[in-house]
């Protein structure tokens, strides 16, 4: 089965700095990779996405570049604020099945002041 | 508002009794799963179900159980609880098949749970 591997566990940048997010996965069949954000006392929620068919996928201050080959991806933040601290958590999938999504073990981002 | 509801949002229990947490969505999704997060893994998923009646084994389905009487609810039930099923549970749904994945998913706020 698919195995996703997430890094780094815990990160702290300042305010205004960028910040980026790794994982990897290993079915190479895997084809949607979407990442979700978690706030303290809520449920994860979806926040971009990127399917194979694409390299690089950009949402205003946030983007996630796709490298099908390495089979990993990364999700990039820019001009951090304050309210962007929370665990953010990427996944994979093979759509077009009834197969789960597969989770990282999640990243605590903090923005500090 | 479309959304996911779970009840209750905390429970403290104690070892071998049994406690049901629900799940309701008002998204008329068909797709619904149950996931437990814990610090270092991630979220796993226990069960999921594709459809009314119908309902599938995930990565972590011991000492669980499920069931889907109706499209909307699907409840979580813990037969007899043990401290290594303290965690934090999250409800899932998908518009699956419809969306034709179960890669768009929706999730509750969570159920935190401590068995002593």
């Known amino acids: 089965g698919e195995n996703v591997e997430q890094h780094p566990s815990t990160l702290s940048v300042q305010e205004g700095d960028s910040a980026v997010i790794k994982c990897t996965y290993s079915?190479?069949?895997?084809?949607?990779f979407p990442w979700y954000k978690q706030e303290l006392g809520k449920g994860p929620q979806l926040i971009i996405d990127?399917?194979?068919?694409?390299g690089e996928k950009k949402d205003q201050r946030i983007a996630v570049t796709l490298n099908k080959t390495a089979k990993h991806f990364s999700l990039h933040i820019t001009e951090t604020q304050p309210e962007d601290s929370a665990v953010y958590f990427c996944?994979?999938?093979?759509?077009?099945?009834?197969?789960?999504?597969?989770f990282g073990t999640g990243t605590r981002l903090q923005v500090t002041l | 508002e479309a959304q996911v509801t779970q009840n209750p949002r905390y429970l403290i229990t104690v070892t071998g009794k049994k406690l049901t947490v629900t799940c309701s969505q008002n998204?008329?999704?068909?797709?619904m799963s149950w996931y437990r997060q814990d610090p270092g893994l991630g979220l796993r998923q226990i069960y999921y179900?594709?459809?009314?009646?119908?309902?599938d084994k995930g990565d972590v389905p011991e000492g669980y159980k499920v069931s889907r009487k109706e499209k909307r609810n699907f409840p979580l039930i813990l037969e007899s609880p043990s401290p290594n099923q303290t965690s934090l549970y999250f409800c899932?749904?998908?518009?699956?098949?419809?969306?034709?994945?179960?890669?768009?998913?929706?999730f509750g706020p969570g159920t935190r749970l401590t068995v002593l």
């Open positions: 899932a749904s998908s518009p699956y098949p419809t969306s034709g994945s179960t890669d768009t998913q929706y």
């Open positions: 079915d190479s069949a895997s084809n949607y």
């Open positions: 990127i399917r194979s068919n694409v």
């Open positions: 996944a994979a999938i093979r759509t077009g099945t009834a197969s789960k999504l597969t």
């Open positions: 998204m008329n999704h068909e797709y």
């Open positions: 179900s594709m459809n009314v009646e119908v309902t």
